[in-house]
């Protein structure tokens, strides 16, 4: 089985989300924002075929050049692709994204080593902020602002406010199990009652089909439950591992990825503890968990 061919399709004017399937581990979505003398992408892919292929999408639809690129958060499935995409482009992100980019390095690669990467690199934002920031693209009003930990302590929203359209890079993720690992599940949370608020009418995760508000509530609905779980499962003396495999994936059994579960766990059992939102874990070693959890198999990755 490998992955189905990308989707482009306009979700506002002038307004395209690059839809991969099956949107799976390091398949990840992409924005793309035209107006009359420019393009700007949000995020890039993981691949270099990915990478030329979103390049390759963009030319169809503008002859302009990509100028500004933003990058979600720091994983190379949102990033490697920045130099492919937009040679000439300013790439912009969270303040934590490129340290975190830069720490990171090609690491991710290492996880997969059967992917067919290609010639991908880190290319480090050249702009950051640190709470808040407007684009002006064209006659798009471009808002950026970072909620504090979720998916990653790193993550910026983008928000289309006259067209009430939502990037949400991987803070959701329609059809596939929410991964927590390297943010926080109390920030989550905290960051979909922001997102209720701005009452979107389109979301584009950062993996998996398009979506409405509805997956804003049943990411909601999977959170609360391993909170739960990682409550009663820390009390009763068990790992994370053996919490996950005695509780499984419950009501979401339906949703890719349920190896996540483990990972989650981890993050929710150091939620219990005094340690500050999105403190360092032992991600390798974790990642080691889900391989375990998932029967001594990789999770399957079709970047």
């Given at each position: 089985?490998?992955?189905?061919?990308?989707?482009?399709?306009?979700?506002?004017?002038?307004?395209?989300?690059?839809?991969?399937?099956?949107?799976?581990?390091?398949?990840?979505?992409?924005?793309?924002?035209?107006?009359?003398?420019?393009?700007?992408?949000?995020?890039?892919?993981?691949?270099?075929?990915?990478?030329?292929?979103?390049?390759?999408?963009?030319?169809?639809?503008?002859?302009?050049?990509?100028?500004?690129?933003?990058?979600?958060?720091?994983?190379?499935?949102?990033?490697?692709?920045?130099?492919?995409?937009?040679?000439?482009?300013?790439?912009?992100?969270?303040?934590?994204?490129?340290?975190?980019?830069?720490?990171?390095?090609?690491?991710?690669?290492?996880?997969?080593?059967?992917?067919?990467?290609?010639?991908?690199?880190?290319?480090?934002?050249?702009?950051?902020?640190?709470?808040?920031?407007?684009?002006?693209?064209?006659d798009?009003?471009?808002?950026?602002?970072?909620?504090?930990p979720?998916?990653?302590?790193?993550d910026?929203?983008?928000?289309?406010?006259?067209?009430?359209?939502?990037?949400?890079?991987?803070?959701?993720?329609?059809?596939?199990?929410?991964?927590?690992?390297?943010?926080?599940?109390a920030?989550?949370?905290?960051?979909?009652?922001?997102?209720?608020?701005?009452?979107?009418?389109?979301?584009?995760?950062?993996?998996?089909p398009?979506?409405?508000?509805?997956?804003?509530?049943?990411?909601?609905?999977?959170?609360?439950?391993?909170?739960?779980?990682?409550?009663?499962?820390?009390?009763?003396?068990?790992?994370?591992?053996?919490?996950?495999?005695?509780?499984?994936?419950?009501?979401?059994?339906?949703?890719?990825?349920p190896?996540?579960?483990?990972?989650?766990?981890?993050?929710?059992?150091?939620?219990?503890?005094?340690?500050?939102?999105?403190?360092?874990?032992?991600?390798?070693?974790?990642?080691g968990?889900?391989?375990?959890?998932?029967g001594?198999?990789?999770?399957?990755?079709?970047?």
């Amino acid at each position: 089985m490998t992955a189905g061919a990308p989707r482009t399709t306009e979700i506002a004017d002038n307004v395209f989300a690059h839809i991969q399937p099956d949107g799976g581990w390091c398949v990840s979505n992409a924005g793309i924002l035209l107006a009359p003398d420019r393009v700007a992408l949000i995020d890039t892919a993981a691949t270099e075929s990915r990478a030329l292929a979103l390049r390759d999408t963009v030319d169809a639809l503008s002859p302009e050049p990509v100028r500004l690129v933003v990058n979600t958060h720091f994983h190379g499935d949102h990033s490697f692709g920045n130099a492919l995409v937009g040679p000439d482009a300013v790439i912009v992100a969270h303040e934590r994204t490129r340290t975190e980019m830069a720490d990171a390095g090609l690491g991710l690669t290492g996880l997969w080593p059967d992917v067919n990467w290609g010639k991908i690199g880190v290319t480090l934002p050249q702009l950051t902020y640190r709470r808040r920031l407007t684009l002006h693209h064209g006659d798009l009003r471009v808002e950026l602002f970072h909620p504090g930990p979720a998916h990653t302590t790193n993550d910026t929203l983008v928000w289309l406010p006259d067209q009430r359209v939502l990037f949400a890079g991987d803070i959701l993720l329609p059809g596939r199990t929410p991964f927590v690992l390297m943010g926080s599940v109390a920030g989550s949370l905290r960051t979909l009652e922001v997102l209720r608020r701005l009452d979107p009418l389109t979301v584009v995760g950062g993996h998996g089909p398009l979506a409405g508000p509805e997956v804003i509530d049943e990411t909601e609905r999977y959170l609360r439950r391993l909170q739960s779980v990682a409550a009663a499962a820390s009390a009763a003396g068990l790992t994370p591992l053996e919490a996950a495999r005695e509780a499984g994936p419950g009501p979401f059994e339906d949703w890719h990825e349920p190896e996540r579960l483990v990972a989650n766990l981890h993050r929710a059992y150091a939620e219990l503890g005094p340690g500050p939102p999105g403190e360092s874990l032992d991600v390798i070693g974790i990642f080691g968990d889900m391989v375990t959890y998932n029967g001594g198999r990789l999770p399957v990755c079709y970047a």
